[in-house]
Every structure is written in structure tokens, then in C-alpha cells.
């Protein structure tokens, strides 16, 4: 059966990365990228309010360049980021539609639905009033992008069944990482009967640079094909997808992305096969087994922010990349209204309530040696 944005190319340019030069947008090179992009058949870009300058430099390289009909474009509502009012929050779609010079988008989406975050768009009806905008044919399609759980995914479906698409982050070694829970929550969104767009298929560019036993598998099936290609082709290679966001930083990049995706099938059963031994050499490597069910924050007299750090821990010990590590493990607890690992006072209370019996006490201690 088709289904919204079937005929849409799988690979969509996510412009959350844009190139830089002196600090600023590289408005040229954008261009160019844009150019390569549109020549080689694809047509669907991702923006959003919350992406300093990405609106405004995709008006000068892509909207003010090309009819209008030549391109879809996305751009997202972030309620939650500063508004104390519905105005506040309503206003910043006539600042996507000032800053884009698009007229009207082609996709619309509440801005990463989850945890603490909905309730901003609860509080402000912003539910009626994405479709009030779509009756006025200034949004052709409504959905969300989501981080949580899949429970909480089927209830925010269920609420809304008028939402018609949603973003997901899915990615190989995502697939069955309970932190991220990608396959659950894609097959939340599937049998909602909810078409799937996909972001972070290379998750923020770790499986450009997976772990050398990874690489390696994938070196040695297609040693012409990048490790990063492998990452998009499998998440283009779902069922359901609209398109697949890449976020593209460079001309070079999009040369890459654009030599596998043009008229790209999907993996064939022997490729599929390849990923499936990528992601047992993932699950070989000795990582914290957090499921991130918070049991343990529950019974935490000092609210510490453990499932994230050992999540942050994690990522270190996957992708050795500390500044990204550092991020997260900011980002998820101190972003998230919890204590660092640094204030536990080892009671012992959380080890009590950890279903996976980790040492809770000893490894908040690492996460403090390597990240704090
Ligand atoms: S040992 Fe530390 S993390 Fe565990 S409950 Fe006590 S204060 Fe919280
Ligand atoms: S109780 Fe254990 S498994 Fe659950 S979040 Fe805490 S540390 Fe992770």
C-alpha cells in the first residue's frame, strides 16, 4: 500500500551541520551542496527554528534559487525551548516562514516530543493548532520527532492519531540499544500505520568512525564503500521510510552520500547479513548494561543522573570520542535536572534496586576519572 512521501528520495539533507567558515554558515558551499543534491534527483530538506542560521542560509541557497515546487521543505517547532505562552510558541512558525521565504512548508513537526518536553505542547494546544495551519495550506504534512521510549511513543500516537508522519532516530547499532530503543519505537510508529523519517542514521557521525572491529567487517564486504554508507543504506533499506536525513557538513559529503544513494535499492540479503555481524562485533565490546529503566533514580536521596552517565560512559567506550561523550553525559544529566556523578554519596540505596546487579557505586566513580 503507498504511504505518505513513498515517491520522496531516500536520502534527505538534514541542515543541522552546515558547513562553517569563520564561524558563520558557509552560504557558498551550502550552495553547491544544494546544487549536487537537487541535480542528482533528491529533493527533501530538513531545517528547524532551533538550528542557529540553518533557516535563513536554506532560503539563500536553496529557496531563493529554485522554484518552489522543486523541493520539500521541513522545518520543526521547539515549544519548549524559552516559551512561556502559546503566542511565544506560535510565533516562532511566522519566524520559520520569515526566515525560510518558503510560503508554506511541506512538512511540519513538533520539535523532539518526549519526557518533559511534551507537555509544553500539551500546555499550548500546539496539537489543534499544527492542524488549523495545515486547513490554511501553510503546512502540508504534521508529525513530530521523537526521543523517549516506545511506551511513551504508542501513547502520544494514540492521543494523536491526526499526526501523519514521524522522525526517529534509527541506526544500526542503535537498533537494539536500550538507551535508544530504535527498532521498538520504529515498530511503535509502524503499527500506528505512521511512515518513518529518519534521522541520525549515522548517529551524529560515530559510524563514520564505528569501532575498529566494525570497520573492519565493513571494510572487508565492500572495501570501495565507505563505513559511513553502510549507516544510511541500512536505515534507507526499512520499510516505510520517507527519507533518510543525513547531516551533511561538507561538498564531500554530499559526493559520498550522493554515490550510493542515487537510485539505491536497498541492502540485498547478503548485505543485510553484513550488518547483522557489524552489530554482533557491536554487542561484543564491554559496555555498562544500563537498560535505562531508572529504577535507581527512584530510590537516589541525591538525584544523581545515573542511566545518563553510564550511557555517556558507554559512548566513550564505543566511539572513544570524549568532547562527544562529555556532551552527552551533560546533556542527559545535567540537561535532564540531575546531579553529576561527582555528588554521589555511596549509600548503596541505588545497587538495591538495579535489576541488571551493576556496581553502581564503582562505575559512577569511572564515569567521574573519565568525563567529569
Ligand atoms: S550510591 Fe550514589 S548514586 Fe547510588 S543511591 Fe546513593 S547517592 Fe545515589
Ligand atoms: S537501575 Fe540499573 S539498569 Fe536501571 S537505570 Fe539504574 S543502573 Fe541502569
Redesign the pocket.
Known amino acids: 500500500m503507498a504511504y505518505l512521501g513513498e515517491s520522496i528520495g531516500k536520502l534527505g539533507f538534514g541542515l543541522m551541520r552546515l558547513p562553517q567558515k569563520d564561524g558563520v554558515i558557509d552560504v557558498e558551499q551550502t550552495k553547491e551542496m544544494v546544487d549536487l543534491f537537487l541535480e542528482a534527483g533528491f529533493t527533501y530538506f530538513d531545517t528547524a527554528w532551533a538550528y542557529a542560521g540553518s533557516e535563513d542560509a536554506i532560503r539563500q541557497a536553496l529557496v531563493e534559487r529554485y522554484p518552489r515546487e522543486r523541493f520539500q521543505l521541513a522545518t520543526k517547532n521547539a515549544a519548549w525551548i524559552g516559551c512561556k505562552t502559546r503566542e511565544e510558541a506560535v510565533a516562532q512558525f511566522d519566524t520559520s516562514l520569515k526566515q525560510t521565504g518558503a510560503g508554506y512548508f511541506d512538512f511540519y513537526l513538533l520539535h523532539n516530543i518526549g519526557e518533559g518536553r511534551t507537555k509544553y505542547f500539551d500546555d499550548f494546544d500546539m496539537w489543534s493548532w499544527v492542524q488549523e495551519k495545515k486547513k490554511e495550506g501553510l503546512i502540508k504534512h504534521i508529525g513530530f520527532s521523537f526521543h523517549s521510549t516506545p511506551e511513551a511513543l504508542d501513547e502520544v500516537l494514540n492521543q494523536h492519531p491526526e499526526m501523519e508522519f514521524v522522525q526517529l532516530q534509527i541506526n544500526y547499532a542503535d537498533w537494539e540499544n536500550p538507551a535508544v530503543q530504535s527498532r521498538a519505537c520504529y515498530e511503535v510508529a509502524r503499527k500506528h500505520g505512521k511512515p518513518v523519517i529518519i534521522m541520525e542514521p549515522i548517529k551524529g557521525g560515530m559510524l563514520a568512525n564505528p569501532p575498529e572491529s566494525v570497520a573492519e567487517v565493513l571494510k572487508n564486504a565492500e572495501p570501495d564503500s565507505s563505513v559511513a554508507s553502510w549507516a544510511v543504506r541500512f536505515a534507507a533499506s526499512l520499510d516505510g521510510v520517507i527519507t533518510v536525513l543525513s547531516g551533511m557538513s561538507s561538498v564531500e559529503q554530499m559526493k559520498d552520500n550522493l554515490s550510493y544513494m542515487k537510485g539505491f535499492q536497498g541492502l540485498n540479503g547478503e548485505q543485510q547479513a553484513v550488518i547483522a555481524k557489524a552489530q554482533e562485533e557491536l554487542k561484543k565490546i564491554p559496555l555498562i548494561p544500563c537498560t535505562t529503566c531508572n529504577y535507581?533514580a527512584k530510590?537516589?536521596?541525591?538525584?544523581?543522573g545515573?542511566s545518563g552517565s553510564f550511557t555517556a560512559m558507554n559512548l566513550l567506550t564505543l566511539y572513544k570520542d570524549k568532547a562527544f561523550a562529555k556532551h552527552q553525559e551533560e546533556w542527559l544529566v545535567g540537561g535532564h535536572g540531575k546531579n553529576h556523578?561527582d555528588?554521589?554519596?555511596?549509600?548503596?540505596?541505588?545497587?538495591e534496586?538495579c535489576p541488571q546487579h551493576i556496581k553502581?557505586?564503582e562505575n559512577?566513580e569511572k564515569v567521574c576519572e573519565a568525563l567529569l
Not at 530510590?299 to 544523581?304: A, E, G
Open positions: 535507581c530510590v537516589c536521596p541525591k538525584n544523581i545515573i556523578a555528588q554521589c554519596v555511596k549509600c548503596g540505596k541505588c545497587e534496586a553502581i557505586r559512577l
